[in-house]
């Protein structure tokens, strides 16, 4: 038994110092190769980014000119009536307000779900004041329905406004 025990020692000397190495080894090598698939994600996610931020800041500049151009006072300047019926007049504004909106649709894939539905509570906020203002009883005439909607916003903030307000918030983050 102990000639045995000084060879099992003498063992343990050689394999003790190669397993603390062993580890040490493996311990780096993990972390170089977590550094380097760090690195490899931030190098796909500058690309990506490169890619799709100009994909992202044209979506937002189509639907805020969208926004714009449903703004009450500048519609309302923009699309005058055809004939003297008030009720053709409201269809049209309406039926340019879905228009234009149809057309930007596909930008909702660029644009974060809140601010995507900001847009949508203004584009519905706007039809739903073409349409109280035209149920009113003192408004049966296309220009006065106008003179109507250009006075009552001339101070207020318009719901496209507000919706503006938040796409400029969403992008100043994007930097």
């Known amino acids: 038994m102990q000639s045995v025990l000084p060879v099992l020692l003498g063992y343990l000397g050689y394999f003790l110092p190669a397993l603390v190495v062993g580890a040490i080894a493996y311990y780096f090598f993990k972390i170089h190769v977590e550094n380097e698939e760090n690195r490899r994600r931030y190098l796909l996610r500058k690309e990506t980014l490169n890619e799709t931020l100009p994909l992202r800041l044209q979506a937002y500049e189509r639907m805020t000119l969208f926004l714009e151009r449903i703004e009450?006072?500048?519609?309302?300047?923009?699309?005058?009536?055809?004939?003297?019926?008030?009720?053709?007049?409201?269809?049209?504004?309406?039926?340019?307000?879905?228009?234009?909106?149809?057309?930007?649709?596909?930008?909702?894939?660029?644009?974060?779900?809140?601010?995507?539905?900001?847009?949508?509570?203004?584009?519905?906020?706007?039809?739903?004041?073409?349409?109280?203002?035209?149920k009113k009883n003192n408004v049966a005439h296309p220009n006065k329905f106008r003179e109507e909607v250009l006075t009552n916003y001339l101070n207020k903030l318009a719901p496209s406004q507000q919706a503006i307000l938040a796409i400029k918030d969403e992008v100043s983050n994007l930097w």
Not at 96 to 102: D, L, N, P, R, S
């Open 72 to 134: 009450p006072n500048k519609l309302l300047i923009r699309i005058k009536p055809n004939n003297d019926n008030l009720m053709d007049y409201e269809a049209l504004l309406i039926n340019a307000i879905e228009q234009e909106f149809e057309h930007n649709l596909t930008q909702q894939i660029y644009i974060s779900k809140d601010v995507w539905n900001l847009i949508l509570t203004a584009k519905n906020a706007t039809i739903q004041i073409i349409r109280n203002t035209v």
